[in-house]
């Protein structure tokens, strides 16, 4: 199984398409596969535009900006019921991010349900180049949650090791 991780310019061929509210189908993809897609049959956004994500990886003010501006963008195609496929370069992180951000920005859905949704489709993909959302989703999604104000209130790792049960526990 592909990672992406030692990909060249542009990813692997192939998308995973994601679901969401209504039946409205999202299509996560490289850049490769996102050229596979007919013009005209689909909205195709390349993420990697230095206008929208660009190419940092750490959330930011601007970028908060950014991407909420494209997930009210998104939802304008999910009204017309019109099919979207959002690409970067491999498909497993900013593109993750992008989806996710519309998912919290539009729906009010927490970064961790964003998130698992996402694996979800990665998961059930039949293109199976995708092993599943990047290692920098997390923490992303996490810095957005800072950002907006709505970071659940999270116990600190010494309270919560006190609570998990290792064995014969009682």
């Known amino acids: 199984m592909c990672t992406g991780n030692q990909l060249g310019k542009g990813g692997n061929k192939g998308h995973v398409p994601f679901v969401g509210l209504d039946g409205w189908t999202i299509f996560l993809s490289s850049e490769n596969g996102a050229a596979d897609f007919k013009s005209g049959a689909v909205t195709i956004i390349d993420v990697q535009r230095q206008n929208l994500y660009g190419a940092e ?55 961790e349900d964003a998130l698992a949704a996402i694996q979800a489709a990665f998961v059930a993909a039949e293109d199976r180049h ?41």
Do not use: F, W
């Not at 019921?81 to 920005?105: D, E, F, K, Q």
């Not at 810095?143 to 014969?168: H, V």
């Open 57 to 111: 990886y750490d959330m930011d003010l601007q970028l908060k900006n950014r991407l909420e501006k494209l997930a009210e963008e998104m939802e304008t195609y999910r009204k017309r019921s019109l099919p979207v496929v959002i690409h970067c370069n491999h498909g497993r992180t900013r593109s993750v991010i992008c989806v996710a951000v519309y998912l919290m920005h539009i729906h009010g859905v927490p970064a």
């Open 130 to 170: 995708y092993a599943g959302p990047g290692e920098r989703v997390s923490r992303a999604l996490q810095m957005y949650e800072s950002l907006n104000g709505t970071a659940p209130m999270r116990r600190s790792s010494r309270s919560i090791s006190k609570k998990i049960c290792t064995g014969n526990c009682a």
